[in-house]
């Protein structure tokens, strides 16, 4: 297929040699893992200029990922939103149901290239675990999937669909038992098997050159999402909505709008039950800079540099760091970050599936409760294009708790 | 104040004058309490070790296994705090003479502020720091304040280091270099591998500054092999899990101070 579909950044924003963007970014990683993260970087390097690789993962987007992804209007969701017009980048449509599968399938054929037989990830709700499995599947790779223990519990059907999928799943006990202690666990592993085994990073953090490979490989979320809203609404949106976590789906849906200096990129962070309590994982809304987990950026840490630990209702959100490049768009100016807390965003979801029969993630839907809010500000002229990075299938258990949808409960009996 | 960088010079030569290897021990601080690591270092000491590295206890401890884990968990949920670190130091320093260095993380450093950590380890007598995710390429800021305040910078090299870039690495350190004897995270093992004596001979191709080997070293069959080709020997795990095993403090001061003789007497061949 065509190489339309993956298109390394044209305009600059590239990092510096040492992998910085401005302040942010870097290779803070233990010597046993140089020589592997520098081959990670001269192979992708190679593999993205070169034709056959890139043909390759076209190929794999349109005809096993099934992109492009839809771009759905929802006037009734809108209408909760002050009438502003809202579409939605339909990443939940892909295979395996979020934006993960972009960026994996692109690491895993790097992985292949490298000659390595055997592949680990971290995952927070298990979204990119449940990807990277499936990529590993299709290759043939052994798989060894790292989750905090918690969230194997909240986010227990993507486990069996891991299991199903071939890969070994280890419930990660050690620290918070979320997404940084599954990196931490991961980092472990990989320092011993480096050898023959390749981390597969889920998101646009760790050491140079993840943070620009990963964004490289989902970039082509907002190449599409731009060519759609021009075909029809005849316009750039006014803003591009987007959860962060690690922030690597909305990385994908801002990066080709950078240019377009009148699109405002906005972020929304988890605030869980609000960044005042203490219980958030806002980490750009209340972070400091400071390094983790391999590049310098902005962490959720204490006075001493320890790292605090992260809440939210949602897994895939529940991380104390941020990718560096987000990092430099806040640095700049140019990006927008927001929180949203854990009730705003379960409202959203509900609203969601009860105006456009779309049920979202709780990830997504702390960019939809944001839209709801950026919508209002915008007013009926607005045109916004918002992520709908993944669906909701694996939060049925967490929101039918919240909601009291279990036949003999009252709503709201988990709070 | 100036750090001690001649003094753990020195002892690394003084250890070679004697033709054995020298015993490095590494300990957190603040594991069990703070007042209990300050003894278990004494007794480190006591029992033999040349040589003390003080861990400063890090909330992420990529590099550690499970035993260092446990202890890091243990301080910082006791309260240890930086200035619990730096008086670690100078009291067993003030008690031992010894060199003491410190061995963390880089974030924990970049948020204190590194003139402000350099001058107040040189201040409690710290002779320097092993910093493992702080990679050559990162370190010019940390080495140009470590310079300036007499702290040694301590490298990790690894097996997988490639020739020119120990090279690189082993010009930019000071005070001795660190030999990991295998790829992996912190803990012992039953065997240490050749390739650590092979990583010790391509290390020292490159530079004169001593070599020391640790990870996976918890005995004195093993302390003897490593000394046959290495200019020290760094034993961590298997200290502080005596400390975790123990039922009381006393016990556990007592165990540490006995595997510090008998790996002393291994050290000497």
């Not at chain 1, 993507?158 to 599954?182: C, P, Q, Y």
């Not at chain 1, 605030?271 to 391999?294: D, K, Q, R």
Request: charged share 20%.
């Amino acid at each position: 297929m065509s190489s339309e579909f993956f298109i390394p950044d044209p305009e600059g924003h590239v990092p510096d040699a040492a992998g910085y963007f401005g302040d942010f970014g870097g290779k803070f990683i233990p010597e046993a893992l140089v020589a592997a993260v520098d081959e990670v970087a001269v192979e992708y390097d190679k593999a993205k200029d070169d034709p056959s690789f890139v043909a390759e993962l076209g190929d794999l987007l349109v005809n096993y990922t099934g992109r492009p992804s839809a771009l759905t209007e929802v006037p009734r969701f809108a209408e909760h939103a002050g009438g502003a017009r809202i579409f939605l980048k339909r990443e939940d449509l892909n295979h395996t149901g979020s934006h993960k599968i972009n960026n994996v399938l692109g690491q895993a054929l790097l992985t292949k290239r490298m000659g390595k037989t055997r592949v680990i990830a971290e995952t927070g709700a298990g979204q990119h675990g449940v990807a990277t499995a499936t990529a590993c599947a299709l290759f043939g790779l052994d798989c060894t999937i790292y989750m905090g223990e918690i969230d194997t519990q909240r986010q227990a059907l993507n486990v069996a669909r891991m299991r199903m999928l071939g890969a070994e799943v280890v419930a990660v006990k050690s620290g918070s038992r979320t997404l940084k202690d599954a990196i931490n666990e991961a980092f472990r592993d990989w320092v011993a098997n480096v050898d023959r085994t390749h981390y597969l990073f889920g998101t646009v953090a760790g050491p140079h050159p993840f943070p620009a490979m990963v964004r490289d490989f989902h970039r082509v979320i907002g190449v599409e999402a731009r060519r759609q809203i021009l075909e029809r609404a005849g316009r750039l949106p006014d803003a591009v909505a987007a959860c962060v976590g690690g922030g690597s789906n909305a990385i994908g849906l801002f990066h080709a709008f950078i240019p377009d200096t009148d699109v405002r990129l906005v972020g929304f962070e988890p605030a869980g039950h609000g960044v005042e309590t203490g219980e958030h994982a806002a980490t750009l809304t209340a972070g400091e800079p400071g390094i983790l987990h391999g590049s310098r950026s902005y962490v959720l840490q204490d006075e001493e540099g320890q790292i605090t630990e992260p809440y939210s209702i949602s897994a895939g959100l529940d991380y104390p760091g941020i990718g560096p490049e987000h990092a430099y768009l806040k640095s700049t100016g140019r990006g927008e970050y927001r929180a949203v807390t854990d009730d705003a965003a379960m409202q959203a979801l509900r609203l969601l599936s009860r105006t456009e029969g779309i049920i979202p993630a709780i990830e997504s839907a702390h960019a939809l409760a944001g839209a709801l809010d950026l919508g209002r500000e915008l007013g009926k002229d607005g045109l916004l294009i918002v992520n709908l990075s993944g669906r909701g299938d694996k939060d049925m258990d967490t929101a039918a708790r919240y909601f009291g949808l279990y036949d003999g409960a009252a709503e709201g009996e988990s709070k | 104040m100036s750090g001690n960088i001649q003094l753990l010079s020195d002892t690394l030569a003084k250890a070679k004058s004697e033709n054995r290897a020298a015993l490095v021990a590494y300990l957190p601080a603040g594991f069990p309490t703070v007042e209990g690591g300050i003894e278990a270092v004494k007794a480190v000491l006591a029992g033999g070790a040349d040589i003390v590295e003080v861990g400063l206890p890090h909330s992420d401890p990529v590099l550690d296994g499970p035993v260092i884990q446990t202890a890091d968990d243990i301080a910082l949920r006791g309260g240890v705090k930086i200035a619990d670190v730096l008086r670690t130091v100078r009291e067993a320093h003030a008690a031992t003479g010894a060199p003491v260095l410190v061995m963390t993380y880089w974030n924990p450093i970049d948020r204190y502020g590194v003139e402000r950590f350099t001058a107040e380890l040189a201040a409690a007598g710290g002779a320097g720091c092993i910093l493992p995710d702080l990679p050559v390429q990162e370190s010019a800021l940390w080495r140009e304040h470590a310079e300036k305040h007499g702290l040694a910078t301590v490298f990790v090299v690894a097996p997988s280091s490639k020739d020119e870039r120990l090279a690189t690495i082993t010009a930019a350190g000071t005070g001795f270099v660190y030999a990991a004897s295998l790829m992996g995270v912190t803990g012992t093992r039953a065997s240490v591998g050749a390739q650590a004596r092979e990583l010790v001979e391509r290390t020292r191709r490159t530079t004169d500054t001593p070599v020391c080997v640790g990870l996976g070293v918890s005995n004195a069959e093993q302390a003897k092999e490593v000394a046959g080709f290495a200019d020290g020997v760094i034993v961590g795990s298997a200290f502080v899990k005596l400390l975790l095993d123990a039922p009381d403090l006393p016990t556990g001061l007592e165990a540490v101070r006995a595997l510090a003789g008998e790996l002393a007497e291994g050290v000497r061949r």
